[in-house]
């Protein structure tokens, strides 16, 4: 056996989300398929152990005689994370998951997502904040979807959020990362998981947000959407465990003028 094949990779430590802990990174949304058999195979795929439900938008028991997606998506297979989607105020969402506690036997962990408008579907933030304050105090673990602003993800983990879930793009826009900064001084302040949410379109969109240092990533369009959604729920997976590696290994620095790779007066070995 030659030195290097001795090797070992550091083990990372997995995702821990409220006390249980998660081997894939890439979490996933239902929505947009072509069918439920689509939802599922692409699913499975990505290997996402986290798989976020539109409570308003798809059925998961509310009408007894349509699909139920979770005929698919097994929740003893998969963690079932109900999000408030179509909610724009804070009563709304917190009605939405009082409803996703009851369908789901007591099921307390949600992914609070308050917009703004239409157009842009931006987070609208003091409503957020006044929805997540009354979720937690009615006992919900609450992932919360919010602006790319690191004062306001600190103040979300302060309250008790259990993880803070930054838009990348807004939703479905498929834009990639829009401000790596922000999403950067987020990751550096927080102690809680920082998820990028929305708006990744490919593969290196979902690698940059792992580079940078994020716990995982959410999508939904990127993957429903795609020419061959199956493919690019595989392309995603491959994607969200290069970029984590790739955080784990650190970068090289950037450096503004040619170094030669090979250079003369180096080291033999
Ligand atoms: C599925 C879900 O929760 C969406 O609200 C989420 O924000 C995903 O956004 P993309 O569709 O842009 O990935």
Same mark, same amino acid.
């Given at each position: 056996m030659t030195e290097t094949? =001795?090797? =070992?990779?550091?083990?990372?430590?997995?995702l821990d989300i409220a006390g249980r802990t998660y081997q894939s990174r890439l979490l996933v949304g239902t929505g947009q398929y072509h069918d439920l058999m689509e939802t599922g195979h692409a699913i499975e795929t990505s290997g996402a152990e986290i798989v976020t439900v539109a409570v308003r938008r798809t059925n998961i028991g509310q009408n007894p005689d349509e699909p139920n997606l979770l005929d698919v998506v097994n929740p003893d297979t998969y963690t079932i994370l109900p999000n408030t989607a179509g909610c724009y105020t804070a009563k709304d969402a917190v009605r939405t998951c009082k409803l996703a506690?009851?369908?789901?036997?007591?099921?307390d962990l949600v992914k609070l997502e308050v917009l703004g408008d239409q157009k842009t579907l931006y987070p609208n933030m003091p409503e957020t904040l006044v929805a997540a304050e009354e979720l937690i105090k009615d006992g919900f673990k609450v992932m919360v979807y919010c602006s790319d602003d690191p004062l306001l993800a600190l103040r979300l983990e302060e309250m008790g959020c259990v993880a803070v879930m930054p838009l990348g793009a807004p939703i479905g826009s498929g834009l990639g990362i829009q401000n790596r900064y922000?999403?950067?001084?987020?990751?550096?302040?927080? %102690?809680?998981?920082?998820?990028?949410?929305?708006g990744v379109g490919t593969a290196s969109d979902a690698a940059i947000a792992m580079e940078l240092g994020c716990d995982g990533v959410l999508m939904n369009t990127a993957i429903a959407k795609a020419r061959d959604p199956i493919k690019m729920a595989h392309a995603m997976r491959l994607a969200i465990e290069a970029g984590r590696e790739a955080y784990l290994a650190g970068r090289m620095?950037?450096?503004?003028?040619?170094?030669? %790779?090979?250079?003369?007066?180096?080291?033999?070995?």
């Open positions: 094949a =001795q090797i =070992q990779l550091p083990e990372d430590k997995p506690r009851e369908l789901l036997d007591g099921h922000n999403i950067r001084l987020i990751v550096e302040n927080a %102690s809680v998981p920082v998820l990028v949410d929305a620095p950037k450096k503004l003028y040619a170094s030669a %790779s090979s250079p003369i007066d180096g080291t033999f070995f």
